[in-house]
């Protein structure tokens, strides 16, 4: 189970998630008697996935009037749907279009088929 977790063509955050799903269905099984309490898992023999942990930077007003006067035209849009929209860049890499936003709304929907978690469309 362990190589098969690995060999997943995700990122660590992925593959932590999905291992901690495992652990919860064996845990689950564990105490419904399903399985030995005292035995060892194939769960129990994943190991965790160390995920580093980014700083998060926040960029001052004047940070971000310097960034957007200063930006090629064709790049303004890109800052400014991640600045002020919340679009992560992963998004808009994947392939977030101009119809997903309406202007005479003032909303931005994610399909959630480039959505971070793939669950629902956010608005």
């Not at 098969?4 to 105490?31: D, H, I, M, P, Y």
């Not at 035995?39 to 960029?59: C, F, N, P, S, W």
């Not at 006067?69 to 600045?83: G, K, M, N, Q, R």
Request: glycine letters at 8%.
């Amino acid at each position: 189970m362990t190589s098969r977790v690995n060999r997943l063509r995700v990122g660590l955050v992925s593959k932590e998630n999905r291992r901690r799903t495992l652990v919860v269905l064996f845990n689950f099984a564990q105490a419904q008697g399903w399985l030995r309490k005292n035995e060892e898992t194939a769960a129990d023999a994943l190991g965790t996935y160390k995920i580093m942990q980014r700083e998060v930077e926040i960029y001052t007003p004047a940070e971000i009037r310097l960034l957007l006067s200063t930006a090629e035209p064709d790049f303004l849009p890109y800052i400014a749907l991640i600045c002020f929209g919340g679009v992560r860049r992963e998004e808009l890499h994947k392939g977030l279009s101009w119809s997903a936003i309406d202007f005479d709304r003032g909303t931005i929907t994610v399909p959630a088929s480039i959505a971070k978690r793939g669950g629902n469309a956010r608005s």
